[in-house]
């Protein structure tokens, strides 16, 4: 049997499922001999399983046989297809669908040549080549004109380069529900536009005289817009341990700006502590 197309039971679902999932997708078709539609819808994916070459991997298991892994992915009736992507379930139908709806189906979950140019523009983008990222971003983006994901790439990538005009040029028009990511991206550029100075002449400034908030105010917006978020957290805190009403309070209204903008975590937690100190 291909290595694409597999019949599976419990002890296999780890390996043959969901790790292999975190390499290519794989859809499990939950099926049972006594299953009429299961007759119709089988054939079909087998078939779209030889005729894809391994894109993904068919795993087909029997749900009368391993009736405590229907139940932990809730199949309630058969056939139940579910595909899987980085070990979770991403999609699923249930029923016998004609060969179209099948293969519309997996062309949703088989990543195709702008997918593969995004994958490699992250790939260089944490090498530390952000040209090479954007020339391979710039490629996906001609094949997937209207791919909102594309566009949001390279605006991280130029927030990361501080090119404020590029990357509102890119997000100014997504709206914040067209991806998680956008809200962030909007509040990253909001830093940095506000920002406007160069990092090192803000820093001699504060070497020369540490009590100069307006540099440090600069210097802390520019670090969160680049992401170094504690960075931009002590200055800000440094503001509020210096002068509560330097700029109506400012270094404590964006403190709390940043909180808003992290969501929580460890990090946010901390320096929450830290303000109440320094207020107490």
């Known amino acids: 049997m291909a290595d694409f197309d597999l019949d599976i039971n419990l002890p296999d679902f780890q390996v043959a499922v969901l790790d292999e999932s975190r390499?290519?997708?794989?859809?499990v078709d939950f099926w049972a001999p006594w299953c009429g539609p299961c007759k119709s819808l089988k054939p079909i994916l087998e078939k779209l399983a030889a005729e894809y070459g391994g894109k993904f991997r068919l795993a087909k298991v029997n749900a009368?046989?391993?009736q405590a892994l229907s139940q932990q992915y809730g199949v309630r009736g058969i056939p139940a297809v579910k595909a899987f992507v980085n070990g979770e379930m991403v999609d699923e139908f249930s029923g016998a669908l004609p060969e179209a709806?099948?293969?519309?189906?997996?062309?949703?979950?088989?990543?195709g040549p702008a997918d593969e140019l995004r994958a490699q523009a992250a790939v260089a983008r944490a090498a530390g080549d952000p040209g090479a990222a954007l020339q391979l971003l710039a490629d996906a983006s001609r094949l997937s004109p209207d791919d909102v994901g594309i566009r949001l790439d390279a605006a991280e990538i130029m927030l990361d380069l501080r090119e404020a005009e590029e990357a509102q040029r890119l997000i100014g028009n997504v709206a914040d529900d067209a991806d998680p990511r956008v809200p962030h991206l909007k509040a990253r550029l909001q830093f940095l536009g506000a920002a406007?100075?160069?990092?090192?002449?803000?820093?001699?400034?504060?070497?020369?005289?540490?009590?100069?908030?307006?540099?440090?105010?600069?210097?802390?917006?520019l670090a969160i817009a680049g992401q170094r978020y504690e960075d931009g957290m002590e200055q800000l805190l440094e503001i509020v341990r210096r002068d509560r009403g330097f700029q109506d309070d400012v270094g404590r209204t964006t403190l709390l700006t940043v909180f808003d903008l992290l969501g929580g975590g460890e990090l946010v937690s901390r320096y929450r502590r830290l303000l109440a100190s320094v207020l107490n």
């Open 101 to 111: 709806e099948v293969r519309a189906f997996l062309d949703r979950l088989i990543p």
């Open 64 to 66: 009368d046989d391993n």
């Open 23 to 27: 390499t290519r997708p794989v859809v």
């Open 196 to 221: 406007g100075a160069d990092e090192m002449a803000l820093q001699a400034r504060i070497a020369a005289d540490a009590n100069d908030l307006e540099a440090r105010l600069a210097l802390a917006k």
